[in-house]
């Protein structure tokens, strides 16, 4: 059964940069029918998905985060991670990684299942 | 790009039928999928593709589409199927991941 787990410092200064992880069990993260997600959700609010990187390091990301978002893998750790710099109180976020699914046959879909349990990030001096 | 737009807030009687609406263009091209959050828990999906259901979720739950809205329904709302659900999709224009607004379903 395939897992998900997020890790990092639940706390980040101002202007610094916010570092998290992703490992994944249970499955390998090469698998060629996948990508990998990052989805945040702030206090309070609905979701917003932060960018996406397939094993071979490809990446899509939102573009209201682009400039300040960074994603990578680590095939040999099974893991990718996430860097966003320039933080502010407005990434003040709980973090989740999720396996990002696609299925194109006539109307494509895209999905993300599963989750990681999430991970809060705050955003304070 | 493209949002997607969903009723902040639905209710529905126990046992009784309900259905949560996402709209948005990219709805054209692509399915939605949907998801149940419940308090302090991870988004799960309950629906993807045309109407997939994951192994697990109830086949109460439902998914359609028509034109730019899709719907997530539930036939016989249970007392745990109070949740926030989320649709998501991808942005035709841009090829990027949107999530809808969420809506918040209490079931009475």
């Known amino acids: 059964q395939l897992q998900l787990q997020e890790s990092g410092p639940g706390l980040v200064k101002p202007s610094e940069t916010l570092s998290l992880t992703c490992i994944v069990s249970g499955g390998s993260i090469s698998s060629s029918s996948y990508y990998w997600g990052w989805i945040r959700q702030p206090p309070g609010k609905g979701l917003e998905w932060i960018g996406s990187?397939?094993?071979?390091?490809?990446?899509n990301y939102n573009p209201s985060l682009k400039s300040r978002v960074t994603i990578s893998v680590d095939t040999s750790k099974n893991q990718f991670s996430l860097k966003v710099s320039s933080v502010t109180a407005a990434d003040t976020a709980v973090y989740y990684c999720a396996r990002h699914c696609a299925e194109i046959i006539v109307v494509p879909s895209h999905w993300f299942d599963p989750w990681g349990h999430g991970t809060r990030v705050t955003v304070s001096s | 790009s493209s949002e997607l737009t969903q009723d902040p807030a639905v209710s529905v009687a126990l046992g009784q039928t309900v259905r949560i609406t996402c709209q948005g263009d990219?709805?054209?091209?692509?399915?939605a999928s949907w998801y149940q959050q419940k308090p302090g828990q991870a988004p799960a999906v309950v629906i993807y593709?045309?109407?997939n259901r994951p192994s697990g979720i109830p086949d109460r739950f439902s998914g359609s589409s028509s034109g730019n809205t899709a719907s997530l329904t539930i036939t016989g709302a249970q007392a745990e199927d109070e949740a926030d659900y989320y649709c998501?999709?991808?942005?035709?224009?841009?090829?990027?991941?949107?999530f809808g607004g969420g809506t918040k379903l209490t079931v009475l």
């Open positions: 990187i397939y094993y071979s390091g490809s990446t």
């Open positions: 593709g045309k109407n």
């Open positions: 990219s709805l054209r091209n692509y399915y």
């Open positions: 998501n999709s991808r942005d035709s224009s841009d090829n990027h991941v949107i």
